[in-house]
């Protein structure tokens, strides 16, 4: 099992640029979800799906959409790209039945000029 | 409203020291709480988690309702336990997310 793939794994993007990131699991997850990873503000929750077809908002959704189409992909679109999104993004998944345990993909640097 | 707090950006001991890294939470019924770790150019893993009551790689933690705090320890601190704490509480009121605290920078110099 590869776990979580995410990919790129580094993104340089000018401002109102839109990209998606991609995020891929292969263990029959149904929770997933994405976080971004700031200096001083820990990991934060973006958005998350408890199961294909279904997406909610999390901490700091704005400027960020997701969609749930399959078990095993959740990509991250951003719109217009921000200089204020400019962060380490993780996407994790984990067992629904457990959902103890989050299982985490090895992140993509953005930066947004 | 549900909160994770690490007030420490940055703990530098010296190796064979003993080392706590402090959580401390905000949450209205039975806290799950869990330890993230994440080393150089390693990606984000599983620590502990409370309820295990488990000593992983000598570290452990013990949830204190009264104090609100899951503190991380271990008696002897070791080089290769450098690396980025996370303290996380998991949150019933909104479906189960984890919630993380901001991060603790462990340095353990030789």
């Known amino acids: 099992n590869a776990g979580v793939t995410q990919t790129p794994k580094f993104q340089v993007l000018k401002t109102g640029q839109s990209m998606t990131l991609q995020c891929a699991q292969d263990?029959?997850?149904?929770?997933m979800s994405w976080y971004r990873q700031d200096p001083g503000m820990g990991l934060r929750l973006i958005h998350y799906?408890?199961?294909?077809?279904?997406?909610d908002q999390g901490e700091v959704p704005n400027g960020y959409n997701v969609s749930r189409s399959t078990t095993e992909d959740f990509p991250l679109r951003l719109l217009s790209a921000a200089p204020s999104q400019t962060s380490v993004y993780f996407c994790?998944?984990?067992?629904?039945?457990?959902?103890?345990?989050?299982?985490f993909g090895s992140g993509t640097q953005l930066s947004v000029l | 409203a549900q909160r994770v707090t690490q007030p420490e950006k940055l703990l530098s001991v010296f190796k064979g020291a003993p080392v706590e890294l402090k959580c401390n939470y905000s949450?209205?019924?039975?806290?799950?709480l869990f330890w993230y770790v994440q080393y150089s150019r390693q990606r984000l893993q599983l620590l502990l988690r409370?309820?295990s009551r488990e000593s992983i790689k000598g570290f452990t933690a013990d949830l204190n309702k009264g104090e609100t705090s899951f503190h991380l320890k271990k008696p002897f601190a070791q080089e290769e336990d450098s690396a980025m704490y996370y303290c996380?509480?998991?949150?019933?009121?909104?479906?189960?997310?984890?919630?993380f605290g901001q991060g603790t920078e462990l340095s353990v110099k030789p």
């Open positions: 799906s408890v199961g294909a077809g279904i997406t």
């Open positions: 996380a509480l998991r949150s019933y009121n909104q479906g189960g997310k984890l919630i």
């Open positions: 409370h309820i």
């Open positions: 263990m029959n997850h149904e929770y």
């Open positions: 949450y209205s019924g039975s806290p799950e």
């Open positions: 994790a998944s984990s067992n629904d039945r457990e959902n103890e345990k989050l299982f």
